[in-house]
């Protein structure tokens, strides 16, 4: 939509709440709820519908339509963001979508892995853990992402806020100089370890994941960036998280 065109839809939605503009609106910001699907999606098992969750991030959009301060110093993807992705995750957290064969099979590399690494004392590779369990590596990967999203999602904190938009706005613009000095504490030694996880990546995983997690490309992008296939760096950002597991585990247990 044009600059014109859009300004013109949020005057009319402001003023008079026209439902025409209002529709206006979710079409011009539809590519912020596909961009959080296909993030979201990415860790998901295969059978999880993208309709399903594109239609959770529609409800999260159309939430914070409604629910927007334009005179706030926030912009309004910013805001949308936090509300489309929370009203997709919310609705995660509702589904046991995790198989229980999944879960054991979790539990059994978790164990292994440790069981290796006590044993060898250095970290152990997918393909190692896979051999200790009779188990293919893409097994061991597939497996791994599986548990980091679900353990993701069963963090006690909300993600979308139950009350109004001062709610959101509140936890988007967190003053960090209030955190009690023990969280700070845990916080810094996390990154410092996670730092010291992504620094015994290889060159091609440090940059998969440098540009997925911090530049915010997907894997499209990211392949076209380096010329390799979409399910290449799939592959890739797979065995980085397997890597990185107990760091990833350690900050979402902070957080």
């Not at 912020?32 to 409800?59: Q, T, W």
């Not at 590399?109 to 590779?125: F, N, P």
């Not at 938009?165 to 845990?186: C, G, R, S, V, W």
Request: aromatic share 8%; glycine share 2%.
């Amino acid at each position: 939509m044009a600059k014109e065109r859009l300004e013109e839809a949020w005057k009319q939605w402001i003023t008079s709440r026209d439902k025409d503009a209002a529709n206006q609106l979710i079409q011009a910001y539809l590519p912020l709820v596909d961009y959080h699907v296909h993030r979201i999606l990415i860790a998901l098992p295969k059978n999880m519908e993208r309709d399903e969750l594109r239609s959770h991030g529609l409800m999260g959009l159309y939430d914070a339509l409604q629910k927007f301060d334009h005179e706030r110093e926030l912009k309004f993807d910013t805001y949308a963001s936090f509300r489309v992705r929370g009203a997709i995750i919310d609705s995660l957290r509702k589904e046991d979508w995790l198989p229980r064969s999944t879960r054991e099979k979790m539990k059994r590399i978790e164990e292994a892995t440790e069981h290796l690494e006590q044993r060898l004392g250095r970290h152990v590779s997918e393909v190692e853990v896979a051999l200790e369990l009779g188990l293919s590596s893409d097994e061991v990967l597939k497996t791994t992402m599986d548990g980091y999203i679900a353990n993701f999602l069963s963090i006690d904190q909300e993600t979308k806020p139950e009350n109004d938009y001062e709610d959101a706005f509140q936890t988007i613009l967190k003053d960090e100089n209030n955190e009690i000095p023990h969280e700070k504490l845990e916080k810094k030694l996390v990154y410092e370890q996670l730092q010291e996880r992504i620094s015994l990546l290889n060159e091609n995983e440090k940059l998969v994941i440098s540009l997925f997690y911090f530049e915010e490309l997907t894997l499209t992008e990211i392949g076209k960036t380096l010329r390799l296939s979409t399910s290449r760096i799939s592959q890739i950002h797979s065995k980085a998280l397997f890597r990185l597991r107990t760091a990833f585990k350690k900050s979402t247990a902070v957080y």
